[in-house]
């Protein structure tokens, strides 16, 4: 398959799904014209036009207003993953954020006709300018110089009387497990009630709390005893509430103003995304956006703080790290299942983002939280749960902070099968046996270097080959030092040497090619140490007191072919730069079959996909789902 026809799928599909919505929609509800339907029809069915100039045709100039920009925006963002496809190396993280921006003008679109249906079947009901029914106030922007310094209260809300009273539609949640000095929760209740008077407060406790009288805030108390699993607070509390909206008060150290409640619900209510934050402040006065980005690819999940796409001063996320409003029926279906304070959110929002559930920031809402305090050992028992459900190897935070775990704590078990690749702990595990044998040769005078396929994933990883089998490193054979009189080096390590041919090798043989071929045994693998009988380029160059080449693997120097670009060409034929399975699992009899780069076989496990072997460019076939992993 090529990348335009992998393309052209997934046009395809968010054709067919475009259709369907519409079709539907216009079948129950009566809202769109036979115009609408013939151009989403003619335009959108047939996606193998030009995307990207269809918005501008006339019979678009047709369409009410709101409609002709919602399709417009769609048919922008569907040509940016068409062109993008094939345009650049980075095709798969240009693809995804385009997919994202059109899954998101697309949920705009449907809520646009949905409600615009249910607006016109229930006359009299509470609805704004656009014709949408109303959950909170519109606000009003005052103008640039209003509030001059402080802009603080240039947005005001409107004093509207056709939205519900806002105490009817949210109430928080707040953990009092949390805070270990009641205190401190008690000042936060006092600061609610300041801002949001008439506000329900559902709040988890191991026993009541005494709360002052002058806070006549109504909070329902509900008791959990002592140390309870976090995903049982968060999910009971969901449980008792009756509200339509939520805020998930996670971490909140104090309540100010600033969290500008009724803007979130805005949003989540006319943008249809599923849950949305705002800005964190720490109590060292630290300000971050609370918008992180994730990838789960290379058994590694990583967390970058930013922004790819706005919308409305809102910036879309995959992960929010601070306090949310999100529907409460979102909250009882997806459910918290971590039961660790560390990892509960994270897997709550990796799993949004696996059913396509769309979370975004407002940075102008702003929370204070509690700062971080737990230590590296604590944070790294806490996570063990979750990276044995997601079968990862490693986290890296948005903060820094790097955690990583063996194949026994991950419970990772592996086997080369075709199209996934190898643990990144196995791969680890190779690397410390290759850098192991290089000091080894260093210590006993023997002169060696990177070989073969070894040679190649240093290249192009500084590392190994996420789908190797073995490791290659050359030597250059002597009388007077072999690897066998100093295999107790190995065995101090815990590895294994044997001898492959002990026939032909009981003596130094200057006419015997495979005279000195050893296999070192390691967890989980075999290096081969290859002796060269004819002298290397390297010996010639050392001995004319020229440094030989050397290529960085595992974040060190070690010695490698003269020129292994050249070297690795000739070596593997054509396509060197494209990926290509190791020649045991591709079925070879031997390695010197010719290899075919960019050519991967399909997964065993199409679940597991941040262990496909197609995750790393550059690949034939490119496929945007890679990032994402799922258990």
């Known amino acids: ?66 409609y002709k920009t919602h399709l417009q925006n769609i048919a922008i963002h569907l040509s940016k993953v068409v062109e993008s496809t094939w345009r650049t190396p980075e095709a798969q993280i240009e693809a995804r954020n385009a997919l994202k921006l059109t899954q998101a003008a697309l949920a705009e679109f449907v809520i646009e006709l949905s409600l615009t249906t249910v607006a016109n079947a229930t006359k009299g009901s509470p609805q704004n300018k656009t014709g949408k029914p109303l959950v909170v106030c519109p606000e009003k922007y005052l103008g640039t110089n209003i509030d001059y310094p402080w802009f603080e209260k240039a947005r005001v809300l409107t004093n509207c009387t056709n939205a519900p009273p806002f105490p009817s539609i949210l109430s928080i949640l ?13 000042v936060i209740l006092r600061e609610i009630y300041a801002t949001y008077p008439r506000l329900t407060v559902h709040l988890a406790v191991a026993e009541k709390i005494v709360i002052p009288e002058e806070v006549k805030l109504d909070v329902h108390q509900h008791i959990f005893g002592q140390n309870p699993a976090s ?15 939520v805020l998930v008060g996670r971490r909140i150290e104090r309540f100010q103003w600033y969290a500008l409640l009724e803007r979130m619900v805005r949003v989540l209510s006319e943008l249809g ?22 990838r789960l690819r290379n058994y590694t999940l990583t967390y970058r703080d930013g922004y790819l796409i706005s919308r409305k001063s809102c910036v879309y996320c995959d992960y929010i790290p601070s306090p949310f409003v999100s529907r409460t029926s979102i909250l009882r279906t997806v459910q918290f299942k971590m039961t660790s304070t560390n990892t509960v959110f994270h897997d709550y929002f990796l799993r949004l983002q696996k059913d396509r559930k769309l979370v975004m920031s407002c940075p102008d809402a702003m929370f204070y939280v509690l700062a971080n305090n737990k230590s590296m ?35 990772t078990s592996f086997s080369w099968a075709g199209g996934v690749i190898v643990p990144v702990c196995a791969v680890e595990s190779l690397l410390k046996g290759i850098l192991d044998a290089m000091d080894i040769c260093r210590k006993i005078g023997l002169f060696c270097h990177l070989d073969g396929g070894t040679t190649l994933g240093a290249m192009k990883f500084n590392g190994i080959l996420p789908w190797e089998r073995d490791a290659d490193l050359s030597y250059v054979t002597s009388k007077n030092i072999t690897f066998w009189e100093h295999r107790d080096e190995f065995t101090k390590l815990g590895y294994k040497l044997s001898l492959k041919y002990p026939e032909k090798c009981r003596k130094f043989d200057r006419n015997n090619e495979r005279c000195g071929h050893y296999d070192l045994v390691i967890p ?108």
């Open 524 to 631: 989980h693998w075999r290096i081969e140490l290859w002796g060269a009988t004819p002298r290397l380029m390297t010996d010639f160059l050392r001995e004319n007191r020229i440094e030989s080449t050397k290529l960085l693997i595992g974040g060190r120097w070690m010695n490698a072919p003269t020129n292994p670009g050249l070297n690795s060409r000739n070596r593997y034929g054509y396509e060197l730069w494209k990926h290509a399975e190791h020649w045991i699992t591709l079925g070879y009899s031997t390695s010197w079959v010719p290899y075919h780069g960019g050519r991967i076989r399909n997964v065993p496990n199409p679940e597991v996909t941040c262990a496909w072997t197609n995750s790393f460019l550059p690949m034939e076939i490119l496929t945007s789902s890679t990032s994402k992993c799922s258990q």
């Open 174 to 186: 707040l953990n009092g497990f949390d805070y270990s000095d009641q205190s401190q929760l008690v």
């Open 231 to 245: 995903n049982d607070i968060w999910n009971g509390l969901a449980e008792k509430a009756t509200t339509d909206y």
């Open 273 to 294: 995304v599923d849950a949305v934050g705002g800005s964190l402040r720490t109590p060292d006065g630290h300000w971050s956006m609370g918008c992180h980005q994730t």
């Open 1 to 66: 398959m090529t990348i335009k026809q992998c393309s052209v799928k997934v046009l395809v599909l968010l054709m067919g799904i475009l259709v369907t919505v519409v079709l539907l929609v216009t079948k129950h509800g009566n809202t769109m014209d036979s115009r609408m339907k013939t151009l989403v029809n003619k335009y959108y069915g047939s996606p193998v036009q030009p995307l990207h100039n269809t918005y501008t045709d006339p019979p678009m100039k047709t369409l009410p207003g709101k």
């Open 377 to 411: 050992s604590s944070l790294h028992k806490q996570w063990i749960p979750m990276i044995q459900k997601y079968a990862i190897n490693h986290v890296n935070l948005a903060d820094g902070t790097r955690l990583s775990f063996s194949c026994k704590e991950a419970k």
